[in-house]
């Protein structure tokens, strides 16, 4: 049960855009806040705020550099367990893809049918 409330806790962690934006930001090394942000696109002290989260989770660490704060990820199987969901996505989307089209096939043959019942109907009035 206990194991099961960390995992929960840590997919809470990552369960933010910017914060898996900010992982993979960090996948080539380490980087500043100036610079994440940059990367991500959003603002400092937002980007700051989502950096203290995955501090608290232990998924990134930070060393002072001269006036600098670098952080970088604590472990780089997290960017596996990103990837591994990437493709789970991928999976969802193709199947989606599909259902789809399955299903406009069904509707195109049903809309032909339609059309040949409606022309032999015709054709046995005349």
């Known amino acids: ?10 997919f809470k962690a990552l369960a933010n855009p ?18 994440l942000t940059k990367r991500v ?16 989770k232990n998924l990134v660490r930070f060393c002072k550099d ?4 670098r952080y970088s990820v604590t472990d780089p199987a997290i960017f596996d367990l990103l990837d591994a969901a990437w493709r789970i996505f991928e999976h969802q989307i193709h199947s989606t893809q599909r259902v789809i089209a399955t299903a406009n096939q069904a509707n195109l043959l049903k809309s032909e049918a339609e059309a040949m019942l409606a022309q032999s ?3 046995g009035r005349s």
Not at 20 to 32: K, N, Q, S, V
Request: charge should be negative; charged fraction near 25%.
């Open 1 to 10: 049960n206990e194991a099961r409330l960390f995992k929960a806790d840590f």
């Open 18 to 35: 910017l914060r898996i934006g900010l992982l993979d930001a960090l996948r080539h090394g380490e980087c500043t806040v100036g610079e």
């Open 41 to 56: 696109q959003a603002d400092g002290a937002i980007v700051s705020q989502q950096l203290a989260v995955l501090r608290s």
């Open 66 to 69: 001269g006036n600098f704060v």
């Open 121 to 123: 109907t015709e054709s």
